[in-house]
Every structure is written in C-alpha cells, then in structure tokens.
C-alpha cells in the first residue's frame, strides 16, 4: 500500500511540476526563433532585434502574462500584407519602455496609401489583449499603425504613433506627401479606453469601427484626419463613446462621424463630445456625413445616428477661413434622438450645410 501511495505522490507532483514551472518563468526574445519557448512564461522579456523581412512577430500569450520590451524593435522591408507584428491574450500588461517599433514607412511610401502599386502590410501592429498597453512608441508605418480588436477591457496609454516623416514628398510620391492611410488607432470592439496618447500622421487619428464602452480622453492628434467615428459599414454598431478633452491641430477634420452611403442595419447611438480643443482645421470642424467616402453628397439612410451630443465640458474649435466649421449631412429620417451641442463652440470658418437634420439644438455658428 505505501508503495502505490509513494508511486501516486511521484505522479502527482511531476503532473504539476511543469505547469508550476511554466507559469513563474521568464521569456526572453532576441529572435523570432526564441518566441515559442517564450510564450510558455508568464513574463516575457522582448529584447532589440529585427524582424525578418515577410514574417509577423507573434505573441499568442498566457492570460496574465507580463511583457517588458527592454530594445528597440526594426521590421524588415518586403512588399507584403502583413501584419508585422501580432499579440493576442487576456489580461496583459504591455509595457512599452519607450522603446521604438520602425515599420519602415519610407520603403512603402508613394503617397498613394493602400491603393498604391506598393503592397503595404495592413495593419503595422493587431493587438488582440485585454488588461493594458502603455508607454509604446512606432514609427514609420507602412500604412494603418495599430489595429485593435477588443478581448474584454483594454486600456492604452501614453502610445505615441510618429509618421511624421510622411508628410513630405519622397521619389515615388509624385509631389505629395509621401505617407497616406497611416491611420493611427483603429478600435474595432468593446470596453477601450484610450488616453494620452499622440499620433503624428496623415489619415484618421484614432478610429472607431464598431464597438460599446469606448473612452478616448486626453489624446493629442496632429497632421491627419482628426478623430473619426466611422466609415460605418453594413452591420455595424457604435454605441456609449465619450470624447474628452482631446486636443486635435493641423488636421483636414476635427470631430467626425462618417457612414457608408451604401450601409444599411448600422448605428450610431450616444455619443458624447466634451472638453475638446482644435485648430487649423482646414476642411470641417465637425462633420456628421451620411455621404461617405464623399464628404457631402447624396446621403444614405440605411444608418441610424441618435443622440450626438457636446456637452459637460466646452468643446473649442478654430478652422481655417475656407473650412466649414459645422457640416451635417444626413439620410433622409435617419438622424434621430436628442442632439444638445449647447458646449461646442466655433470661429474662424464659414457656415456648412445641414442636410435632413433639424435636432440640434443649444448652438449657433
């Protein structure tokens, strides 16, 4: 009897052994041929090296894993779709250290963005984690920088997308600026938040596609196409975002919220606009279009958008003589609800069209 207990207690303690040992290790990566013993620890060390020309950097985490990136991350250059990189993983600390991810923009920048000669990997970085990402700096990417896809809550912050450099004319660009579709954040899913972070770039700052629950707060967008809700394609819902005092400058748009013309079975419900500041806005101020990807046009009616509001905090907004500061544009019957923009406030532009939308109410331009 105390032979088969002996031999039962041996089982059981080799049985758990590694499973103890694999969670309290540390990972460490100086290669894509370290990442799959990494991965098996639930602290992961991502050290500087340079990712192979062609192959995505992948992360398929332990929930509860902790990663340090301690160097600098290089992609290589190879026209493809991509990703270069991709982490997937519930409950994740990500901590950036400040350490730079290059893309390496300029290899696939022609001023023509996804729909250039130049196959561009879309997107730079997918992330697929719950828990937080901080602290994260990228630069140069070939198009689109981060795509989010929600795993439970996540919170992002103190990320800085630099395509800075983008916005001068290089060899293939034929005079304009050389990075087009660097889109920064493109939030696709629940629970975001997003605060703190800067985007330098020459498309949407930050995007909402779809989602609930989502916060943006404190963000600085520069270069681009300001803060985006939308386009909205058939099927999909936003619903429940607050925008709050984020600071847009030098930006074709401020505040927009876009619709395909041909969706239809979308929404976009409850959305608050509070605190915000911008200047040098040289297209609109705030746009509300239905007419999408036209500015205005002949809008659809197949998305519903209710309840937009800028309240609880003034909301500021400068453009340039030329701009509208305000331009609705929406399908006939298809804005809806309650729209209180008594705390938005603009100057310096000219008076837009308001199409199929008499509910505002509280502001004057």
């Not at 050290?47 to 020309?53: C, E, Y």
């Not at 013309?261 to 509070?274: I, L």
Request: net charge negative.
């Amino acid at each position: 009897m105390l032979f088969w207990l002996t031999l039962v207690s041996l089982f059981t303690f080799s049985a758990a052994r590694p499973s103890s040992t694999k969670r309290s290790c540390v990972g460490e990566i100086s290669s894509l041929s370290d990442v799959s013993s990494a991965v098996k620890c639930t602290t992961v060390n991502i050290n500087s090296f340079t990712v192979p020309a062609g192959e995505t950097f992948s992360l398929n985490l332990l929930d509860g894993t902790t990663v340090n990136v301690n160097g600098d991350i290089q992609f290589g250059n190879k026209t493809w779709s991509g990703p270069l990189f991709n982490v997937q993983g519930k409950n994740i600390q990500f901590n950036g250290n400040g350490h730079k991810w290059d893309g390496g923009g300029p290899y696939y920048w022609d001023g023509e963005g996804l729909g250039g000669s130049v196959t561009k990997p879309v997107a730079m970085m997918n992330i697929k984690i719950s828990g937080t990402l901080f602290n994260m700096k990228v630069i140069n990417s070939p198009a689109h920088a981060f795509h989010f896809f929600s795993q439970g809550a996540l919170t992002v912050s103190g990320v800085t997308v630099d395509d800075s450099q983008g916005d001068k004319p290089n060899s293939k660009s034929n005079g304009k600026p050389a990075g087009h579709n660097t889109d920064g954040f493109d939030l696709n899913g629940d629970g975001f938040t997003i605060e703190n972070c800067y985007i330098y770039n020459q498309d949407d700052c930050i995007a909402i596609k779809k989602g609930s629950n989502i916060l943006l707060q404190g963000n600085y967008c520069s270069g681009g196409h300001g803060i985006s809700i939308g386009s909205i394609t058939t099927g999909n819902v936003v619903s429940g975002v607050t925008i709050s005092g984020n600071t847009i400058t030098n930006s074709q748009q401020a505040l927009r919220i876009k619709t395909d013309k041909s969706a239809t079975s979308g929404t976009v419900t409850d959305v608050v606009y509070k605190g915000n500041t911008a200047d040098r806005i040289s297209n609109f101020g705030v746009l509300i279009s239905q007419s999408y990807p036209s500015d205005l046009g002949t809008p659809g009616n197949g998305v519903k958008i209710s309840n937009i509001s800028f309240s609880g905090g003034l909301t500021k907004i400068a453009t340039e003589s030329n701009a509208d500061m305000v331009a609705v544009d929406c399908g006939e019957g298809s804005c809806t609800g309650t729209w209180d923009w008594s705390s938005l406030t603009t100057s310096g532009g000219k008076v837009g069209p308001y199409t199929n939308c008499d509910l505002i109410t509280g502001f004057e331009q």
